[in-house]
């Protein structure tokens, strides 16, 4: 049977074109592989340029346990504030809420008890007055003596008993003065100032209202007195409590079979319910030493910093701790992984311009990286940038 002469040219176009479609799709995928077998894959010279290829290095994965906690005031920074004396107390001056510094006035006391060092401090005045009387006339009854003897009008002995007066008058004057300073520090203790001290030494008129001043600067966050309560001096009960609220302390309750990985030094990562977007870091500074026996958690402790008052205390808190456990495992950035579903993949280069796809079993993602548990090992080199346009190609 003979063919046509316009249909074998027919035949010998659609060939021609058959050729010419494979050449183009040839260099359409050769663009970035060269050629693949089974899981290997080969790209260009020209191409490796646009893949990043990182050694696999190992990598301490931290530890994440979750706690409840509770903010707290910082007891390092708070004190309770008591009176020394018995009375009653007859005026609240310090107020709930109140910002105070050192030496501010809180509450003000009548008791008798105050009596006594301020009538000390008037007879110490007295008894310095007359020291210093004493002294003046020694020292005139000794330069009259000594003018005398000089003048052969006195004998040595007169001058040298002039001199013995002067000298036991300069201690008696000592001795009033040390007494002196004796009474007025029991003044301050008392809660008297250097102004009404100098007051009361001035005029000798004494009072049995005593002001009991705040010890340290901070927020006075509790008040237990009353106008006309009677205190019973150290046997009372605390009149104010102030605190420095420019920190506080976070207290998480972390479970025993937790305590092994946590350590002092550890960062907590702190949310606090009330306080909507915003968290707090903070090293753990202390871990408690005992367990409690119903609820068999120990407390952990961290310092917050608080400049702008935000936290309050008992505000309900969770907490994060971060924790070293002691290993370490082959990381892989998170970009260099092929995510298929529940499989996960990465490319590995095997000899220069051969990358070997590999299934790997992930752990924790920890700043960017993946812990790999099997499918590599530390030391190997895999895709950490371009791993999606291989995985492209090979898909082809």
Do not use: C
């Amino acid at each position: 049977m003979r063919r046509s002469p316009n249909r074998n040219a027919k035949m010998r176009a659609v060939a021609l074109l058959a050729v010419v479609a494979a050449a183009v799709w040839s260099t359409g995928a050769g663009a970035m592989v060269e050629s693949k077998k089974g899981d290997l894959v080969r790209v260009t010279p020209d191409q490796i340029h646009q893949i990043v290829i990182k050694k696999v290095e190992p990598l301490a994965f931290k530890v994440r346990k979750i706690a409840i906690g509770q903010v707290g005031y910082n007891e390092d920074a708070t004190t309770v504030v008591s009176s020394p004396f018995s009375g009653r107390v007859v005026r609240l001056i310090a107020r709930l809420g109140e910002r105070v510094e050192p030496g501010a006035p809180l509450v003000e006391i009548d008791s008798v008890d105050v009596l006594p060092p301020q009538n000390d401090l008037v007879a110490a005045v007295g008894t310095l007055n007359k020291a210093r009387s004493q002294l003046d006339l020694a020292r005139l009854g000794e330069t009259r003596t000594r003018g005398l003897y000089e003048q052969k009008a006195a004998a040595l002995k007169e001058w040298q008993q002039a001199q013995a007066l002067l000298v036991a008058a300069e201690n008696d004057v000592r001795a009033a003065e040390t007494a002196l300073d004796a009474t007025r520090q029991r003044l301050r203790i008392i809660g008297r100032s250097d102004a009404e001290i100098d007051e009361l030494a001035a005029r000798g008129v004494t009072s049995r209202i005593v002001v009991i001043r705040a010890p340290i600067a901070g927020t006075v966050t509790a008040r237990k007195v009353a106008v006309g309560q009677h205190v019973r001096g150290e046997l009372s009960e605390p009149l104010y409590s102030i605190a420095d609220l420019s920190s506080m302390w976070l207290k998480a309750l972390v479970p025993e079979a937790d305590l092994g990985a946590v350590r002092v030094g550890d960062r907590l990562d702190v949310k606090v319910s009330a306080l909507k977007g915003r968290s707090y870091r903070a090293p753990i500074a202390v871990i408690g030493s005992l367990s409690d026996a119903v609820t068999h958690r120990v407390v952990v402790r961290a310092e917050l910093p608080n400049p702008d008052g935000a936290l309050k205390a008992e505000m309900f808190a969770t907490v994060t701790i971060e924790t070293v456990d002691g290993r370490s495992a082959p990381a892989v950035p998170i970009q260099a992984v092929i995510r298929e579903g529940a499989r996960d993949v990465v490319w590995v280069e095997i000899e220069p311009l051969v990358f070997q796809r590999r299934e790997v079993t992930l752990g924790m993602e920890q700043d960017g990286w993946f812990e790999v548990r099997e499918g590599i090992a530390v030391g190997d080199d895999i895709v950490a940038v371009g791993a999606i346009f291989i995985e492209n190609e090979w898909q082809q």
